[in-house]
């Protein structure tokens, strides 16, 4: 008799719950089936044809694309069915890197596990692929495409999950490979180091890049002092890497085997996350009040950022101005250590462990270097801490805990929940709700805005003020509400977005795991933490409060905004590539580059450019003027723009471009007879005379740079820098 | 197995930046039709250059690293120019054992190839040789 709703498998009745497929369905009965490219999140592929099982009457099936159905008799571990999978491993055997000993991912790769697990002992097939060279361009993932399966799940989360898709299969058959397009680089193209396609790959093929050994470096120097911030989100996770569970806060250890490596302080990153829930807030109600650029977005998460930058140039204007807690550490440190510590400034180095990859690109950024240092040297993951700590020989679960140093290492639960999705959104308003109210806050906890959902609203009335939120994690999420809100179809006061699932918690740098319940659980730890703080909320930190008054001044003041706000620009999306759109013989005197990115093509520089060349064929000019179309020349929101030799037009009309070009024509012509003799005179020069020449070179320039004209000849660019200016004429 | 001679006059004017947007236009700047834009453009140009791809890419809405899977993956398109003329010499087993293999070795030595450079694209004015796979 057939119980309704239930089917067999391997020989025992499993009842069907909703799942959809055999492979969720035989994972609740016990039995692992193996596979590579199954992932719970991300869309059913079919790819690795692993999870075979043999049903009857529908011969052999891959599990994760079938429908469990009452009555089915399912075989999970036939002898066809082992060999097949055997077959299939050492197939992926022999073109992959079998260096596993060397591998980032040793002992953490699907692949060398399954092969344990399915008794592979021996790889009969030869080598057929050559290797091919590393990818080591983005500052933070190390893309390997000898260690790649094929599975496809790097793709599909960067697609489905982010909704960036910057890297996706190409070619056939034997020579598929996953790559970015064209055969870049992962960092010429519009990858936001959020390092998701690394947390999903079974194997080694992406990881995040490693840079302990920069830190060991510095440890061991003498003359430096190194300082350390460790963010919210690595406490309740660094000791999964030990065997403890996912969710006891480490902190205590975390501090002692930092100390025993060797650094001179521990300092606590939810200090300056304090600091960023008062500029933040503060920040949030003066836009509320004055009812200008709403919503505000979160700015903490730079995956988020360096997104916005690519794809929403119009929304820049309303990401909050504060760095992250971890650039403001940086910038705080540096500016107020080096007494304290007795060192130069240039001699203190701060080390940053953060779940997140996106991070090692963030500390970068050209805009975070000052006096020549960055502000924060070197980020770590979680993962990189552990291993930091293995090398070392120290058996973390046995230390003794130790105190975080002062005052950076003390902070509140506001700054402690920054580690988990909605716990922006709840510090700030644990602030701003006691602010608005006039009255202590006594009921610090909003759990509204807690959860793990992908997407939660809502909304809190206030003093008479209603305050609309929106909390977000994933990348194409936020993508869709930041179109809505383009659109208008909504509207919020406050969004918080973070790249990761699950916010930090679910961030890449954190140790590997292919079940994502563990970030409930993660999430769980730091909302413990908080409860077992004293204090909950930031304006309550009295350390940061005499920090702001010894300092930095007020918040939201002049130095503040210095030290600890950041501006934001237009990213292009992929580097390198020109069409020209005229034809020339020989060497064209004057160029014009027209961009077709996204938002200049929307303004109209399709018709511009069509306009352009049938002028130039009319005015006979095309053997001396060349026209080409090129990718983002990042003045996203002030296009379409246009750079005429160097000349750059934002807001460009036909009229203008047709201006600017006869003007910068007549004066191309003079120029080319002053570079002759240049060229003369450089040939005959050597040494001292060099001096003679430059600075008749800078004479030129200066007179060039007066009739607002500058050229690009390299050498007179190189010889007259400090003068060297692009002019800039600004239209409408 | 066959192989072909491309003998080639690189398209000077072949890049006409309007028809692309002519045809990502006239097909409604729809992601579903990119495989026949692909085949218009290719008409058009004679090979997929990287940029016009990531043009396409821009106006269509979609990544270009999809666009750009989607004509590695196919053998009809091509990323490298093609040639004006195209010699196709057949290499299947009955050609073969008659000699087909001489045959293509008196075209490079006329057109002045060695075999090392069979598959490289030179300068403009000079020969482009591809291997193609069809039997007869």
């Avoid at chain 1, 402690?416 to 709700?433: D, N, P, Q």
């Avoid at chain 1, 004209?709 to 820098?721: M, W």
């Amino acid at each position: 008799m057939i119980i309704q709703n239930a089917l067999t498998l391997n020989g025992r009745e499993v009842l069907i719950e909703g799942e959809r497929n055999l492979l969720e369905l035989s994972r609740k009965a016990g039995v692992d089936i193996p596979t590579f490219c199954y992932h719970s999140e991300l869309s059913i592929y079919g790819a690795c044809r692993l999870c075979l099982v043999e049903i009857d009457g529908q011969g052999i099936q891959a599990s994760c694309s079938v429908m469990p159905e009452p009555g089915m008799v399912v075989q999970t571990h036939t002898e066809e069915i082992r060999e097949m999978r055997k077959t299939a491993l050492e197939l992926i055997l022999a073109n992959h890197d079998q260096n596993c000993p060397t591998c980032p991912k040793n002992r953490s790769c699907e692949l060398q596990s399954l092969t344990r697990k399915l008794g592979v002992n021996d790889v009969r097939f030869k080598r057929t692929h050559e290797p091919v060279p590393v990818d080591r361009s983005s500052e933070s993932l190390v893309r390997d495409a000898n260690k790649c399966v094929l599975c496809g799940d790097c793709v599909r989360a960067c697609d489905e999950i982010q909704g960036v898709g910057a890297i996706d299969f190409a070619h056939r058959g034997a020579d598929s490979t996953v790559c970015p397009p064209f055969g870049k680089a992962l960092n010429e193209v519009e990858c936001v180091d959020c390092g998701l396609c690394a947390a999903v790959c079974p194997t080694g093929a992406i990881t995040p890049k490693d840079d302990v050994d920069q830190v060991w470096a510095v440890v061991n120097d003498p003359t430096k002092k190194v300082v350390v911030q460790v963010a919210p989100a690595v406490r309740v996770a660094v000791g999964e890497m030990f065997g403890m569970e996912p969710g006891t806060v480490e902190m205590g250890r975390i501090v002692a085997a930092l100390k025993m490596i060797g650094v001179d302080q521990v300092f606590d990153t939810s200090f300056t996350a304090d600091m960023t829930v008062l500029e933040e807030a503060e920040e949030f109600l003066d836009r509320k009040t004055k009812g200008e650029k709403l919503p505000q977005f979160t700015s903490c998460c730079p995956a988020w950022v360096k997104f916005a930058e690519q794809f929403f140039p119009k929304l820049l204007d309303n990401l909050s101005s504060c760095k992250s807690p971890q650039q403001m550490f940086g910038s705080l440190a540096k500016s107020m250590l080096p007494t304290r510590l007795g060192v130069d400034r240039k001699d203190l180095i701060v080390v940053s462990i953060m779940p997140c990859t996106a991070k090692k690109d963030e500390a970068k950024q050209d805009k975070f270097v000052k006096d020549g240092a960055y502000d924060v040297d070197i980020v770590l993951t979680t993962q990189e801490l552990a291993r930091m700590i293995e090398e070392a020989g120290i058996r973390f679960p046995e230390l003794k805990l130790e105190s975080l140093d002062m005052p950076l290492g003390f902070k509140t639960g506001a700054g402690v929940i920054f580690g988990t999705t909605g716990g922006v959104t709840e510090a700030v308003l644990r602030y701003a709700v006691e602010k608005l109210k006039g009255e202590k806050l006594e009921a610090v906890d909003f759990h509204e805005v807690r959860g793990l959902d992908n997407l939660r609203e809502a909304e809190l009335e206030v003093e008479g003020q209603t305050i609309r939120l929106a909390i977000v994690h994933g990348l194409a999420t936020a993508k869709k509400l930041a179109q809505s809100i383009l659109d208008g179809e909504c509207e919020y006061d406050l969004i918080e977005v973070m790249a990761c699932p699950g916010g930090r918690g679910g961030g890449t740098g954190q140790p590997v795991s292919r079940d994502w319940d563990v970030r409930a659980e993660r999430q769980a730890g730091i909302y413990k933490c908080d409860k077992m703080l004293q204090l909950h909320k930031a304006q309550d930190n009295h350390l940061l409060a005499d920090c702001y008054e010894r300092e930095i001044g007020e918040v939201g003041g002049h130095k503040a905004h210095e030290m600890l706000h950041t501006s934001y620009r237009n990213r292009r999306r992929i580097f390198g590539l020109a069409m020209p759109v005229s034809e020339t013989d020989g060497d064209p005197t004057l160029k014009v580059s027209v961009c077709v990115g996204t938002s200049c093509f929307v303004r109209g520089s399709q018709q511009l450019i069509q306009r352009l060349t049938e002028f130039i064929q009319a005015k006979g000019l095309d053997k001396i003027v060349q026209v080409e179309a090129t990718f983002c020349s990042e003045r996203c929101d002030r296009g379409p723009t246009i750079i005429v030799g160097e000349q750059v037009i934002e807001k460009c009309t036909f009229e203008t471009a047709v201006d600017v070009c006869e003007f910068v024509r007549s004066r191309q012509f003079a120029w080319s007879r002053a570079k002759r003799k240049l060229s003369a005179i450089d040939a005959s020069r050597v040494g001292r005379a060099y001096a003679n020449v430059l600075s008749r070179r800078r004479r030129i320039a200066t007179i060039w740079r007066r009739r607002c004209v500058c050229f690009n000849p390299v050498d007179v660019r190189r010889a007259a820098s400090p003068l060297y200016s692009r002019a800039c004429i600004h239209v409408g | 197995m066959g192989a072909s001679l491309n003998i080639v006059e690189i398209p000077e004017a072949a890049r006409k930046f309007s028809r692309v947007c002519e045809i990502v236009d006239r097909n409604e700047r729809d992601p579903s039709r990119l495989i026949p834009i692909l085949q218009q453009i290719q008409e058009e140009y004679r090979y997929l250059p990287e940029e016009v791809l990531a043009l396409v890419a821009t106006s269509l809405d979609l990544p270009p690293s999809r666009v750009y899977g989607v004509a590695t993956f196919y053998s009809h398109f091509t990323l490298e120019p093609k040639g004006k003329h195209t010699i196709r010499l057949c290499d299947g087993t009955a050609c073969h054992v008659r000699g087909s293999h001489g045959l293509l070795e008196v075209f490079l030595e006329r057109l002045g190839l060695s075999t090392e450079k069979m598959s490289t694209l030179f300068a403009r004015k000079q020969c482009h040789i591809q291997r193609d796979s069809f039997s007869t």
